[in-house]
C-alpha cells in the first residue's frame, strides 16, 4: 500500500487553519488593547494573555510589537486579512475605470471613510510610537511615504483625464487629498466634533470637488 498522503495533506491543511486563526486572534487582540492603552502599554504579554496564547506564539505568528502593529494597519487599509496591493483594490480599479470625475471622487471618498473607520486610531498610535520606537518610526515613515504616493496617484489621474483645475500642480492637488483624508483630521471631525461618518464622506467627496476639479 502506498502512504496516506491525503491523510497527511488533510493533517497539514487543518494545522493551518489553526495557525491562521491563532494568528488573527492575536491580531485581534492587539489591536483592542493597542486602541484601549496606547501602543507602549500594550506589551507582548498582555497580548498573550488576552490571546489566550503564550509570548512565544504571538513572536512565532506575527513577530515583535512593531511587525504586530504593522499588520494590523496593513490589514486595516486593505479591509481584509491580507495586504492588498493599492492597484489591486476593488475601489481603485472602479475609479481608474470611471468617466466621470465626480463619480470618480465619490468612489475614493467612499473608500476612504471605509478605511479610516478601521485605520484611524491605529495610524495615530503608530504616529505616537514612532516618536520614541526607530522600529515604529520607520513603519511609520514606510506606511506615510507610500500613502503620499497613492494620493499623487489620484491626482495624476484627475489630471490624465483632463479633469484637475488647470491652475493646480500636481503636487498641490496631491498634498490637498492627503491633508484632508488624514486619520487626525477624521478623528477630529467624528471623535472631536461628531460628525457621523456619513457626514465626514459627503464633506470630503464635496470638498474634494471644490477643490480640485476644473
Do not use: C
Not at 491580531?27 to 504579554?45: D, F, H, N, P, S
Not at 511609520?140 to 489620484?154: C, E, V, Y
Not at 464633506?203 to 477643490?211: E, K, S, Y
Amino acid at each position: 500500500m502506498g502512504p496516506p498522503v491525503k491523510k497527511r495533506s488533510y493533517d497539514a491543511s487543518t494545522r493551518q487553519a489553526a495557525s491562521t486563526a491563532t494568528r488573527q486572534r492575536i491580531l485581534a487582540a492587539a489591536r483592542e488593547l493597542i486602541v484601549e492603552k496606547g501602543y507602549r502599554r500594550a506589551t507582548i504579554a498582555s497580548i498573550a494573555e488576552r490571546a489566550g496564547v503564550n509570548a512565544d506564539t504571538v513572536y512565532a505568528l506575527v513577530g515583535r510589537k512593531p511587525v504586530l502593529l504593522r499588520e494590523l494597519i496593513e490589514q486595516a487599509i486593505s479591509g481584509t486579512d491580507h495586504p492588498v496591493p493599492a492597484e489591486e483594490r476593488d475601489y481603485v480599479i472602479a475609479l481608474r475605470a470611471e468617466p466621470d470625475p465626480r463619480a470618480k471622487i465619490r468612489i475614493y471618498a467612499k473608500a476612504i471613510r471605509a478605511n479610516l473607520e478601521r485605520l484611524a486610531p491605529l495610524f495615530l498610535a503608530l504616529r505616537d510610537a514612532s516618536t520614541t520606537d526607530p522600529d515604529a518610526y520607520a513603519v511609520w515613515q514606510q506606511i506615510s511615504d507610500r500613502r503620499a504616493a497613492n494620493m499623487r496617484k489620484f491626482a495624476e489621474d484627475l489630471h490624465r483625464t483632463g479633469h484637475l483645475r488647470s491652475d493646480l500642480r500636481i503636487s498641490d492637488a496631491a498634498d490637498i487629498v492627503w491633508a484632508t483624508n488624514s486619520s487626525e483630521l477624521y478623528v477630529m471631525l467624528t471623535l472631536e466634533r461628531g460628525w457621523s461618518p456619513d457626514h465626514y464622506e459627503e464633506w470630503l467627496a464635496d470638498a474634494w470637488m471644490r477643490m480640485l476639479l476644473a
